[in-house]
T-cell receptor, first 114, second 110 residues
Framework: ETGVTQSPTHLIKTRGQQVTLRCSSQ?????VSWYQQALGQGPQFIFQ???????GRGNFPPRFSGLQFPNYSSELNVNALELDDSALYLC?????????????FGPGTRLTVL | GQQLNQSPQSMFIQEGEDVSMNCTSS?????WLWYKQDPGEGPVLLIA?????ELTSNGRLTAQFGITRKDSFLNISASIPSDVGIYFC??????????FGQGTTLQVKP
């Protein structure tokens, strides 16, 4: 069974650029959630995808957008990058949304915006 | 963004000591979770709690879901050096969204 994988591991961008982060969900999981974790903080929920549709969104502006593909992998896109977007971006996958199907996290992508 | 109130913020203890950390919320959750995060890694699920009052163990770890459904605690008994890391509590809403605490950094002195 393959766990959650994310790419790239690290990324450096400049202010105003756009970035795409990728996530492959754990085998058998159909739900993907994205989180932003600033240094010294807990992860903050960005949004969740279930069967290729956005299924819940946190308090993030529209320049944060996502996609889920038929194989349940997912992308997080961030436009017009700002310095405060520097963070660890975590992807988590889970099975059907019910008790017992908890989220398993990938190792994250460390994004630095200069 | 919304976060749970987790305490203490950090702990520095001697190997073999017991550890206790807790989490409180102004909102009710139906599920409480405890995760551990090592440097350069994503959070790893330690314990999941689904019922108010539930007490669950995983090896040396014990966690409880508060009766009011607004709090939870995690105990680690007889700590060892590999317990070092950051521990996060998380409450799960009906939509599956996780709300995390700020984390408790644990350091264990051999």
């Amino acid at each position: 069974e393959t766990g959650v994988t994310q790419s790239p591991t690290h990324l450096i961008k400049t202010r105003g650029q756009q970035v795409t982060l990728r996530c492959s969900s754990q085998s058998g999981h159909n739900t993907v959630s994205w989180y932003q974790q600033a240094l010294g903080q807990g992860p903050q929920f960005i949004f969740q995808y279930y069967r290729e549709e956005e299924n819940g969104r946190g308090n993030f502006p529209p320049r944060f957008s996502g996609l889920q593909f038929p194989n349940y992998s997912s992308e997080l896109n961030v436009n017009a990058l700002e310095l405060d977007d520097s963070a660890l971006y975590l992807c988590a996958s889970s099975g059907q949304l019910e008790a017992g199907n908890e989220q398993f996290f990938g190792p994250g992508t460390r994004l630095t915006v200069l | 963004g919304q976060q749970l109130n987790q305490s203490p913020q950090s702990m520095f203890i001697q190997e073999g000591e017991d550890v206790s950390m807790n989490c409180t919320s102004s909102s009710i959750f139906n599920t409480w979770l405890w995760y551990k995060q090592d440097p350069g890694e994503g959070p790893v699920l330690l314990i999941a709690l689904y019922k108010a009052g539930e007490l669950t163990s995983n090896g040396r770890l014990t966690a409880q879901f508060g009766i009011t459904r607004k709090d939870s605690f995690l105990n680690i008994s007889a700590s060892i050096p590999s317990d070092v890391g950051i521990y996060f509590c998380a409450g799960r809403s009906n939509t599956g969204k996780l709300i995390f605490g700020q984390g408790t950094t644990l350091q264990v002195k051999p």
